[in-house]
């Protein structure tokens, strides 16, 4: 199964700063079915990104990801104040989906 | 816009089974895949497989092969996933997740079904 890796684990921000994401996978992610989500504590995933750079229904523009392969990148140029939160990649090209062990953003 | 509704939480012991149901709010049903999507506390989520509910076709994880049933009941819009042996491991919010196309990015999801194990 494909195996992804997420940095770093904890990124410790200010709103109004840049945040940025990796996501690396063991091996090419077919199709870069590549998402990204967000997820709140007691909330269900919320689906940001998917095929890689493609912004899903109602997420703001200040959400950019990019990549190709094995190696993604989820942006978040302007931390608001409800972007402090769990962030997750999965890879859904090749079965079994797997997801990353998870970026955390909390607030400095 | 897509609701699912996912049956109230469990608390099973080890050995026993677990049956969680998810119901799409719309007859949107058929056309759909329905996965399975599990988080232990503290954890990432760990996909477990999909029910194609107009074939019944369903693909899981190689992990839950021999202990994981996806079903679906096409009248009433339902799906259900059933996990039997259970072990302390298996304490996780179990979460359905509907989608267009087998490969697809997960738009939607229910709002998750707490399952305790525990003697």
């Known amino acids: 199964e494909i195996v992804l890796t997420q940095s770093p684990g904890t990124l410790s921000l200010s709103p109004g700063e840049r945040a940025t994401l990796s996501c690396r996978a063991s091996q090419s992610v077919t199709s870069n079915y590549l998402a990204w989500y967000q997820q709140k504590p007691g909330q269900a995933p919320r689906l940001l990104i998917y095929a890689a750079s493609g912004r899903a229904t109602g997420i703001p523009d200040r959400f950019s990801a990019s990549g190709s392969g094995t190696d993604f990148t989820l942006t978040v140029s302007r931390l608001e104040p409800e972007d402090f939160a769990v962030y997750y990649c999965q890879q859904y090209g090749t079965s079994p989906f797997t997801f990353g062990p998870g970026t955390k953003v909390d607030i400095k | 816009q897509v609701q699912l509704v996912q049956s109230g939480a469990e608390v099973k012991k080890p050995g026993a089974s677990v049956k969680v149901s998810c119901k799409a709010s719309?007859?949107?049903?058929?056309?759909?895949?329905m996965h399975w999507v599990r988080q232990a506390p503290g954890q990432g989520p760990e996909w477990m497989g999909w029910i194609n509910p107009k074939s019944g076709a369903t693909n899981y994880a190689q992990k839950f092969q021999g202990w994981l049933t996806m079903t679906r009941d096409t009248s009433s819009g339902t799906a259900y996933m059933e996990l039997s042996r259970l072990s302390s491991d298996d304490t996780a919010v179990y979460y359905c997740?509907?989608?267009?196309?087998?490969?697809?990015?997960?738009?939607?999801w229910g709002p998750g079904t707490m399952v305790a194990v525990s003697s």
């Open positions: 997740a509907i989608t267009d196309y087998s490969l697809d990015a997960f738009q939607f």
């Open positions: 719309r007859y949107i049903f058929p056309g759909y895949y």
